[in-house]
């Protein structure tokens, strides 16, 4: 395969293992070793370590993101032209049978689909969230994409149940690092006071205040549980917010706020915990970090919403309803008075990991996508919805 595949990623996603997000993780771990991809970004350090030329940064896609809200209320007509505009850069560097791959933004899509179907390339647009199911209808009807991916089964089956005539989709699960997320060498011995990891974002979303919730009712019932909660408002350096602030005064002496970590530093959090609990109260459209934690042995208390149930079919995790601190706290006292079951949904949570959830998978799958695509021609591409 000789054909360039330029991945465009979002105008808030800084290439960046530290600065990025989910959609930036997924291309420094799919794309790495893949010397005809091109990742389109506002901005990117060296910590992908990507040689200079797989890198394409787009200065003009900074300002769509104080420019999102504004052109939203604009006619398409003219949105659709700030949109060509910021990747004139691109478009003129794409060649017949190339693939630009557009990650989260199907107003991308529609805009930049007939330009590069045109010049004979192909479009495939990836869904890691729910943008398509939510957006404006009239406009998610004119996407015409030759190929949709989506994160996970829950994500397809909502913009299915919008959509009926869908078209050509795909689901293309994420994976964890093998690098940085591994079970430890020897047993985990916090049997006398295991711990309880949670790592992410502390948003309302994420469910923080439910687990805080969970521990207050573990600690009156004298149950031997500690919780070290990592994170920040956002990737990287967030500010410490109102909902922070609650959550740190409204905390038991048995819970600790970590700050944010990534990478190795990441790594070892996980493998130094007995449990993960990953509380959150919306439809998550798939949940990373829950795979990071069957990638580190570690048990998982999770909620019953979006795409959890996916990763958890095959064991590894015990599933509650989402916002009930009884509930949450009822699974997290049966791991913390049960090695033996931390144990075995370690082991049973790890085997699915290696077998659905590794990024070798994913990058199979991916170049699986790209033959798939060159088989056929922009011609043969339209209207998917």
Aim: glycine share 8%; hydrophobic share 45%; proline share 5%.
């Amino acid at each position: 395969m000789s054909n360039t595949t330029y991945h465009l990623l979002t105008e808030a996603e800084p290439f960046s293992e530290f600065e990025g997000g989910a959609i930036s993780r997924w291309a420094g771990n799919v794309l790495r070793h893949n010397s005809q991809s091109v990742v389109v970004c506002p901005s990117a350090d060296g910590t992908w370590r990507f040689a200079p030329e797989s890198i394409h940064r787009l200065p003009r896609l900074k300002l769509y993101r104080g420019l999102r809200r504004y052109l939203a209320r604009l006619p398409w007509l003219l949105h659709s032209r700030a949109i060509r505009w910021i990747f004139i850069p691109v478009l003129r560097r794409v060649q017949p049978g190339d693939i630009v791959w557009i990650h989260n933004r199907p107003e991308f899509a529609v805009a930049l689909t007939p330009l590069i179907q045109r010049i004979g390339g192909r479009v495939v647009l990836h869904l890691h969230n729910a943008h398509l199911a939510e957006g404006p209808e009239r406009l998610m009807r004119r996407v015409g994409v030759d190929r949709l991916i989506f994160a996970s089964k829950f994500l397809l089956e909502q913009a299915r149940g919008r959509f009926p005539l869908l078209g050509a989709s795909s689901v293309l699960y994420s994976g964890a690092d093998q690098s940085i997320f591994y079970p430890p060498l020897a047993e985990r011995k916090n049997a006398d006071r295991p711990t309880v990891l949670f790592a992410g974002r502390l948003v309302e979303d994420k469910g923080v205040h439910i687990l805080l919730n969970a521990m207050k009712l573990l600690e009156k019932q004298e149950v031997r549980l500690q919780a070290h909660i990592v994170g920040c408002s956002s990737f990287g350096a967030g500010k410490e917010t109102e909902y922070i602030k609650r959550l740190k005064a409204a905390s038991p002496a048995t819970v600790a706020f970590l700050p944010y970590r990534t990478g190795a530093a990441l790594g070892d959090l996980f493998r130094r915990a007995d449990m993960f609990c990953s509380p959150a109260v919306w439809d998550e459209p798939f949940g990373l970090v829950n795979v990071e934690a069957l990638a580190s042995g570690l048990p998982v208390v999770s909620t019953r919403s979006g795409g959890a149930s996916e990763i958890f079919s095959s064991g590894g995790g015990i599933l509650v309803e989402r916002g009930s601190a009884e509930d949450l706290a009822a699974a997290l006292r049966r791991l913390a008075e049960d090695p033996g079951l931390r144990t075995h949904l370690g082991r049973q949570g790890y085997a699915a990991f290696l077998k659905r959830f590794t990024w070798s998978h994913t990058c199979a799958q991916v170049q699986d996508i790209q033959r798939a695509l060159a088989a056929t021609t922009a011609s043969q591409s339209g209207t998917l919805l």
